[in-house]
């Protein structure tokens, strides 16, 4: 019950506000791009962070200015209708631009968003893409965050910055893969082997080189690329394959493939966990020979595996080789 006696705070002593912000996680959102009878669908779950100088709405309850968070959900629908959303980096970029330049109490913005990957379906009668018919294919997904600030006047905005990433990429192989010459000692029982099955479920985050966002620049088509180097540094070629002497050198060797194909590419993180496929040994006990060929699959525990590489440094080493 409200009244005039019920009293709005209960500290004696206020500290200071070190940091706050407020926004609206979660807000799904399928965007469906129809270019005559051929339809492209594109679904987010979308987040919103606002930044301001609002201090007042958590220290005095005065919520005047305050963009309700609610506010914040439909505006994302509405920016929705009104451009492609064909990529999140894109539609990242749009959502921030609308929020700064309709809001002046904002001093920064940041949207955090998730794609869902849908796959157009062929059907049997036709052996043809489906113009409206797709289907999910895999857990894999990708995702950006972007951010924009206002200057030290607070009147212009700063370009963009764009991080994005692909999560969830889960890849296997089951030959050409070795872990030897590892530190040995009473507490090692890995034993060396120079054929293993390696797999991952890769996460790879990226970053862009600064000012790249004011171009005309094709956030699809550079991470369709990026994904062909992924997979082309995993595996190698049909014909020879390429060989890991361990998951750190791959995962090196992959991010300097990326860098060296898209120069507007600055730096390149690389997370994977280990997907263990541990052999089935038992099986002589059991009368059958083991062959590299029966796995028993397992990912608790997990190696956990990162470097970053950056686009300068790499260009530093090539220099001295």
Not at 24 to 36: D, P, Q, W
Not at 131 to 141: A, D, I, L, Q, T
Not at 194 to 212: H, L, P
């Amino acid at each position: 019950m409200r009244g005039s006696s019920v009293p709005k705070q209960l500290r004696s002593t206020s500290f200071p506000l070190a940091q706050h912000s407020h926004g609206k996680t979660k807000v799904r959102v399928l965007k469906v791009n129809k270019i005559g009878s051929v339809h492209h669908v594109y679904e987010y779950s979308v987040t919103t962070i606002l930044h301001t100088q609002l201090e007042r709405v958590f220290t005095s309850g005065d919520n005047t200015g305050l963009i309700a968070t609610d506010t914040q959900k439909n505006i994302i629908y509405v920016i929705a209708k009104r451009t492609s959303a064909d990529s999140p980096e894109r539609f990242g970029i749009d959502l921030c631009r609308h929020f700064m330049t309709t809001y002046s109490q904002l001093t920064a913005v940041e949207v955090e968003l998730i794609m869902t990957k849908w796959k157009r379906v062929t059907t049997v009668d036709s052996n043809r893409p489906h113009p409206h018919g797709f289907e999910k294919s895999s857990p894999e997904v990708y995702q950006a965050h972007v951010r924009i600030d206002r200057d030290n006047d607070g009147k212009k905005m700063i370009p963009p910055v764009v991080t994005s990433s692909i999560k969830n990429l889960t890849v296997l192989k089951t030959a050409q893969s070795g872990f030897e010459n590892y530190h040995f000692d009473k507490y090692t029982l890995l034993k060396p082997t120079s054929q293993r099955c390696m797999a991952t479920e890769m996460e790879c985050t990226w970053k862009y080189v600064e000012g790249v966002h004011g171009t005309a620049i094709d956030y699809n088509a550079i991470r369709e690329h990026l994904r062909e180097q992924i997979i082309k540094g995993y595996y190698g070629s049909h014909e020879t394959g390429v060989y890991s002497v361990s998951l750190q050198a791959t995962i090196y060797d992959i991010a300097c493939l990326i860098l060296q194909d898209l120069p507007m590419i600055a730096s390149v993180k690389i997370f994977t966990p280990n997907l263990h496929y541990l052999p089935m040994l038992a099986l002589e006990k059991l009368g059958e020979k083991f062959g590299d060929d029966v796995l028993i699959p397992t990912d608790e525990p997990s190696g956990i595996i990162s470097c970053t590489v950056n686009q300068n440094e790499a260009k530093r080493m090539t220099s001295r080789l």
